[in-house]
C-alpha cells in the first residue's frame, strides 16, 4: 500500500530535550512537507523541501530543523530552542509544489512536553 | 485578519440535513482545497477546484473566482461525516482555515 507514515503516534518528552519525529512515504513524492497544529488554529507551515539534499523555511521554522537526505524520509527535530513545542505534527506529500498539486496526509504525532 | 476565513466554526445537524459550509479568502490564489480531518487527527483530501463546481458523491464543492468564496455542501449528511473541515488556498504554498467541526446527529 503507498502512503505517508509518521511514528510515533504520542510522544511524551521533558522539557529541554531534543525531539525527532519520522516522516516516510512510498509515493515517490519529491515534496515533503511539515505543519503544526494547535487547537483553534489553522495548519501552520513549519519546513518544506521540494527535492533530496534542499529544504526551505516556512512561517514558523524557529526552533525546528530538519534534513532531507533521501527521498522517502523528511524527519522533523524539535530542539530545547522551540519555546511551545506542545502541538500535533502533520507531515504531507506531494508530487511537486505546484499550487496544483494534492498533498496526502500522515496520521500525525501528538508531542507533549512535560 | 485570517487570509483564509471559514464558518461556520461548529455545525450541528441532525442525519439526512442538508449542510454548508463557507469559506472565504482574502489573497489572489491559483487553487482552493477542502480538507477532511477526523477525530483521530488524519487528514484527506476531498476537493482541489480552481473554478466552478465539483460533486463527489454527496459532497459538492463550488468556487467562486471573483468573490473569492467558496462552499462545500454535503447532502443527506449521516453521523459518519462528523469531522473537521478545512478550506485551503494555494499560492504555492498552502494557506489554511481554522476549520469548521461538524457533528452530525443520528
Redesign the interface.
Known sequence: DGGITQSPKYLFRKEGQNVTLSCEQNLNHDAMYWYRQDPGQGLRLIYYSQIVNDFQKGDIAEGYSVSREKKESFPLTVTSAQKNPTAFYLCASSLGTSAYNEQFFGPGTRLTVL | K?E?EQSPQNLTAQEGEFITINCSYSVG???L?W?QQHP??????LF?L?SGKKKHGRLIATINIQEKHSSLHITASHPRDSAVY?C?V??????????TKLSVKP
Open positions: 485570517n483564509v490564489i491559483s487553487a482545497h480538507l483521530g487527527g488524519g487528514i484527506v483530501s482541489m480552481s478545512i485551503a494555494s499560492q504555492g504554498n498552502l494557506i489554511f482555515g481554522k476549520g
